[in-house]
């Protein structure tokens, strides 16, 4: 027989297990990533001055952009959007799904450019000397920070747990999030074009 | 606003007659259970129940009974739901093929050639002749949608990779309001579209300046609109015919001044309106897929100015 003292503690812990997992998933739902659609447009004008080394290669993003949390390579809204803008823009008519093709590659571990945030900006924006054209007429600061987001997830060597949403078609390589870099790592870059890369 | 009991199409009456069949039927029966449950709860409890052979013949009679009206009930309304579902599709000839893909958060429209008039491409507005059979042809590029236009046609899912087809054929003129019927992420709710009737002489009317190229601006203003639209990003993602816009990820602008609404049914298309939304789609439509293009307040004036005279 289960007295009445044992039976209100059972009754009071089951309550108390309800009231934590009821808090557990409201805690979860508030620490959700917030979305944020629209950049104010006063802070996208300061994300444009990502400052590039004269050799084109590295340098800094501006404070405005460490202040906000590095947005585009931290949230998977920003990293989704830069996958759609892959596609949309045409990219992989040049670099396939990442592989690459008449460009180089984003996914065997090697940057022609260097890895860092501004490098890509920078090729994407300003374009590059060997066949990489300029898209800073077609795209907004935005958009271009979204895009330069998922290209150095796609050349990441450590996985993430911010993901771009999932592919519909064939997998041509690893998910976006799971380092598809460190996977595919070339023990040289693969000399598919000696031609590219900065001239000296 | 839609609503199927306002039937102006063909298959949209007959599913509304099917609508209002099976709620009559059922709306019976259900009359008639209520009322012999109430007529037993009245009943006065006088003499003792029946037993005996006599009482067991009239329970299997009701048994018999009822299972052989409500065999006869399902069967009905199954033959009914068949006929009418076969009813749908209206004649084998089509008098126009048009091929809608949805996507987050639009309609791109896509006119085959026929004998009213060439291929052409639109958005978010479906002009069609009454009377015809007009084939839609429904796909997605994104996740699924779902095309509806409750006074002329029932649903039909718009499924990334497949084709779907439907047929509508308005019966009245008139203008006729859809809406995405499968939940599509953030903007569902602002995925609208008008599908307006009109007989044929007005319908080709329509489909032959539609397939024009965009008209040539010789007001200084709209000039200078032009060449902003040009220079900026607005060109590489949207179509102007005729100019050297070819972008397709957003909705073909060769004659937007002339649609009812912009932004798939979310505000009437004004000069006013054109650059509210230019301006800032994203506080109009959070997180549409037209981002905000940075214009100084004269580019924005010249820009919608351009915009209103692509009639
Ligand atoms: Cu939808």
Known sequence: MVGPVQRSVRLISAYAACAAAIGLAAGIGWMREPRQYRTDPAVSHDLENFRLMKNGI??????????????????????????????????????????????????????????????????????????????????????????????????????????????????????????????????????????????? | MQSAWDAQGHSAEVLKHLMLGIIGVCTLIWLLVVLMLFAALVKRRGQAPLQGEHAERKTRLVVYLSVAVTTIIVAGLTLASFFATRDLVVGRDMDLTVRIKGQQWWWQVTYEGSSFGPRFQTANELHIPVGRNV????????????????????????????????????????VYRGQCAEFCGLQHSHMALMVVAQDDDQYRRWAQAQALDAAVPDDTEVQAGRAVFMRKPCAACHTVRGTEAQGSSGPDLTHVGGRRTIAAGLLETTRGSLAAWTADPQTLKPGTNMPIVPLTSEELQQVSAYMETLK
């Not at chain 1, 065997?108 to 860092?116: A, F, N, Q, R, T």
């Open chain 1, 58 to 200: 590295g340098g800094a993003p501006p404070d405005v952009y460490f202040a906000l949390g590095k947005p585009y390579e931290t949230t998977a809204y920003d990293l989704s959007q830069g996958k759609r803008l892959y596609s949309w823009f045409g990219c992989a008519a040049c670099h396939g799904t990442g592989e690459g093709g008449k460009g180089p590659s984003f996914i065997d571990g090697w940057w022609l450019y260097g890895p860092s945030m501004v490098s890509i900006v920078a090729s994407i924006r300003d374009g590059r000397p060997h066949g990489m054209p300029a898209f800073r007429d077609r795209m907004t600061t935005d958009e271009i920070g979204q895009l330069a987001g998922y290209i150095k997830a796609l050349g990441a060597y450590a996985a993430t747990n911010s993901a771009p949403s999932r592919n519909d078609d064939k997998h041509s390589r690893p998910a976006e999030n799971r380092a598809p870099a460190a996977a595919l790592f070339e023990q040289g870059p693969v000399p598919m074009h000696p031609d590219q890369g900065p001239s000296p």
């Open chain 2, 135 to 174: 084939r839609l042809e429904l796909e997605s590029i994104d996740v699924i949608h779902s095309f509806w236009v409750p006074s002329l046609a029932g649903k039909q899912d718009m499924i990334p990779g497949r084709m779907n087809v439907l047929t509508l054929r308005a019966e009245r003129p008139g």
